[in-house]
């Protein structure tokens, strides 16, 4: 019976009430989600303008080693990978994930696009 007198009276809000609901809404995605994906991409791109012959990488798929080539036309770069053998991979600059830099020398531990964890 409840139901029947809430659905005939037809005077329940219109879509102008549910849009400050939806702008709020839009704004948490916006700020928790859309704007921190942008951080981190710009993170990495300055990480990848920023390679360099000798830094110490991580790439994604979690092969250490130190860069030797960055050839910025092609975007292309040569890692070594073991010492010993001189075994080398070329790869491209965005499979970097993050570059490593000596805590012994007390400048930064690592630079990561993925962010602190």
Avoid: W
Wanted: glycine fraction near 14%.
């Amino acid at each position: 019976m409840l139901l029947a007198q809430e659905g005939g009276g037809g005077g329940g809000p219109g879509g102008f009430g549910m849009l400050p609901l939806f702008a709020i809404l839009g704004l948490l995605f916006y700020f928790m989600v859309i704007a921190p994906e942008r951080r981190r991409q710009k993170e990495h791109q300055a990480l990848i303008e920023n390679l360099k012959r000798n830094d110490r990488v991580v790439t994604i798929g979690g092969i250490k080693g130190v860069v030797l080539n960055v050839n910025k036309d092609t975007k292309e770069v040569t890692v070594r990978i073991d010492e010993a053998t001189n075994t080398k991979i070329h790869c491209d600059v965005t499979a970097i994930a993050r570059v490593e830099t000596d805590a012994v020398g007390g400048e930064k531990t690592s630079k990561s696009s993925e962010g602190s964890k």
